[in-house]
């Protein structure tokens, strides 16, 4: 290199335009205040519907398994029913009569009501942690009973089955007709999902998230 040379070299080399500086303060305090407007406008529906889940799910569940109980009272051309714990999270499902057959094409063994087979005996579920069924509907509180041990004998916690308040049944006929019946899911703010059955078909209209009434 020429000694001519040198002296573009080193000035380039140091060209201010060449190497520019960090972000400054005004700039990295507008990237912030641009963050804190996204995170404000993002992170709220985002938080809501996490806390909707929850009852949304409970919901869900309680409507498909109306809907399985239909089915089974299609399938076996019998009368099935659907209970829930009003105050509680437990719901169970069962036919109506002590024997149910299998269904023609089905397991021919599968002939006795035996407890411990859900699909033709009786079986439960829980609903999520921190949801319930209502105790009342429209203020009127539901009526609940006791299930004699023999029908839930066989299903795990049989006995404390036969202890819970259960509701009436909702009661599905072997053509898949009920009668017209509602009910709801509440979690612990006291915002609920109504469940309305509709006897004559047998669908189930789910509700949108709401306060419950005073």
């Known amino acids: 290199?020429?000694?001519?040379?040198?002296?573009?070299?080193?000035?380039?080399?140091?060209?201010?335009?060449?190497?520019?500086?960090?972000?400054?303060?005004?700039?990295?305090?507008?990237?912030?205040?641009?963050?804190?407007?996204?995170?404000?406008?993002?992170?709220?529906?985002?938080?809501?519907?996490?806390a909707d889940q929850p009852l949304k799910e409970a919901a869900e569940r309680t409507r498909a398994q109306i809907a399985n109980v239909r089915l089974k009272a299609l399938d076996f051309s019998a009368a099935w029913q659907f209970r829930f714990e009003p105050g509680g999270r437990h719901y169970l499902w069962m036919p109506q009569e002590s024997n149910t057959s299998a269904p023609a094409g089905g397991n021919s063994g599968a002939t006795n009501n035996s407890p411990a087979n859900p699909t033709i005996g009786p079986a439960f579920a829980e609903l999520p942690k921190g949801i319930s069924f209502l105790s009342d509907i429209n203020g009127v509180p539901l009526t609940v009973e006791r299930l004699p041990q023999e029908m839930v004998a066989g299903l795990p916690d049989g006995y404390q089955m036969s202890q819970i308040g259960w509701s009436s049944p909702l009661t599905f006929q072997p053509d898949g007709s009920s009668l017209d019946a509602e009910l709801a899911v509440i979690d612990a703010r006291g915002r609920q999902i109504r469940l309305t059955l509709r006897g004559f078909t047998g669908g189930v209209t789910v509700s949108s998230i709401e306060n419950r009434r005073p």
């Open 1 to 50: 290199m020429s000694s001519r040379e040198q002296p573009w070299s080193l000035r380039a080399r140091y060209d201010p335009a060449s190497h520019r500086a960090g972000f400054t303060f005004a700039e990295m305090l507008l990237v912030l205040t641009v963050l804190l407007i996204v995170s404000g406008l993002v992170f709220p529906p985002v938080l809501r519907m996490m």
